[in-house]
């Protein structure tokens, strides 16, 4: 059976985020996130972001986007590490001088946010805004980080997500 426009839409655009994970441009967490705090990393000395349901961060050139994208994702990462069937779990290690690392585990589950490094700059206005539509169809979380804003840019988002967060770095 021939799928229809809108089902054809969604198995490109699924299968253009598997595409994204792959290039590591692209993640699935399962939780949502309500503030990110870095303190010195990459070139942030201190930064707290706060996130709602649809986030555009964006900025500049060098201004830390893909920096947020691998801090969210170091510690995604750590979080598949959880005992089966245990709710939470810990990593901890001292260091012969004694200084000590640790990690909080906690239980995960179902896809509940995408992060998204720089995607779609290339799709045409149309096709972008088909692209914004289907992350919205999701229903999840959803952090786009992308380039400087342009005013049809602008437009396109508040059509799509008139509930959208801007977050802008630098
Ligand atoms: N460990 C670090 N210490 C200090 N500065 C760093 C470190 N890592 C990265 N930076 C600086 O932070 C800048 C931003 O890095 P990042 O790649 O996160 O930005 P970006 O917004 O993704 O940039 P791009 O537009 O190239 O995608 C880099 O130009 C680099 O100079
Ligand atoms: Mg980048």
């Known amino acids: 059976m021939a799928l229809s426009t809108g089902e054809l839409i969604c198995v490109d655009f699924n299968r253009y985020l598997k ?3 792959k290039q590591g441009r692209c993640m ?3 939780f949502e996130i309500q503030e990110l705090t ?3 990393i ?11 349901t649809f986030n555009i961060v964006f900025g500049n050139i060098g201004s830390g986007r893909t920096t947020l994208l691998k801090s969210i994702g170091c510690i ?3 979080q598949k590490l959880l005992k089966s ?7 901890g290690l001292t260091m012969t001088d004694g200084r000590r690392l640790h990690l909080d585990i906690c239980e995960a589950g179902e896809v509940k946010c995408i992060v998204l490094d720089d995607v779609g700059e290339r799709l045409d206005q149309e096709r972008y805004g088909e692209f914004l539509r289907y992350l919205r169809a999701l229903d999840v979380q959803v952090i786009l980080l992308r380039g ?3 005013d ?3 437009g396109l988002i508040n059509r799509t997500f008139p509930d959208c967060t801007f977050i802008q770095l630098n």
């Open 19 to 21: 595409e994204l994970e």
């Open 28 to 30: 699935f967490l399962p």
């Open 38 to 40: 870095l303190r010195n």
């Open 42 to 52: 990459g070139r942030f000395n201190e930064k707290n972001i706060d996130f709602d």
């Open 76 to 78: 995604s990462d750590s």
């Open 85 to 91: 069937g245990q709710r939470d779990g810990e990593i």
């Open 148 to 150: 400087n804003m342009n």
């Open 152 to 154: 049809e840019l602008d």
